[in-house]
């Protein structure tokens, strides 16, 4: 017999969504220094409902994590990105610290798995706030075998902070936090 039925991956028929968006950037050239830019990108979600048929309840997805739900996205109330870079004559720096807010945890939690041997499993009542910086550092325009080239490192999530454990078969809600901890990487651009 049939217990229980999941919908997921659903568009919701009825939406009523309240945000403010704000983005601010300045460049300022600093004579010999080269230009300096400043951004800062945030979202406040004020209100997300949703009904995912005329007879299924409106439900609040903001500051949710909204697992049960394919229609909707895990919706923390804040989310924003603050930006500073440098650029002078080849060089370019940029570093971008995100945040991003809490939210109810609400998927199922698998009890079980506390008993595994070396297991990760928390109990989660919350997916706490989130913030990282990344950073990079491009060298660009070197003219080599008639073509030009840029040179690029980086590091995302660069002091290395750890995912929150959770009580999910995954262990951590990624869609949130980044489960990678510290990225190095290199890239190479070449144009003819």
Do not use: C
């Amino acid at each position: 017999t049939v217990q229980m039925i999941r919908q997921s991956d659903s568009n919701a028929s009825n939406m009523l969504v309240r945000a403010v968006d704000t983005q601010l950037d300045y460049d300022l050239p600093w004579r010999e220094w080269g230009d300096f830019r400043f951004g800062l990108n945030a979202t406040y979600i004020d209100t997300y409902e949703f009904q995912l048929s005329e007879i299924d309840p409106v439900r609040q997805a903001a500051g949710n994590q909204n697992n049960d739900f394919g229609a909707v996205p895990a919706m923390p109330r804040w989310r924003a990105n603050a930006r500073l870079g440098w650029t002078m004559e080849n060089h370019m720096v940029s570093t971008t610290v995100r945040y991003i807010h809490d939210v109810r945890f609400d998927a199922n939690e698998f009890p079980f798995q506390q008993f595994f041997p070396f297991n990760n499993w928390r109990h989660t009542e919350v997916i706490r706030a989130w913030t990282q910086m990344d950073a990079f550092y491009t060298y660009q325009d070197l003219q080599v075998f008639n073509g030009s080239l840029s040179l690029t490192a980086g590091v995302r999530n660069m002091f290395d902070r750890e995912a929150q454990k959770t009580g999910m078969i995954a262990g951590a809600v990624t869609e949130l936090q980044d489960i990678l901890g510290r990225v190095v990487y290199g890239r190479i651009n070449f144009t003819f």
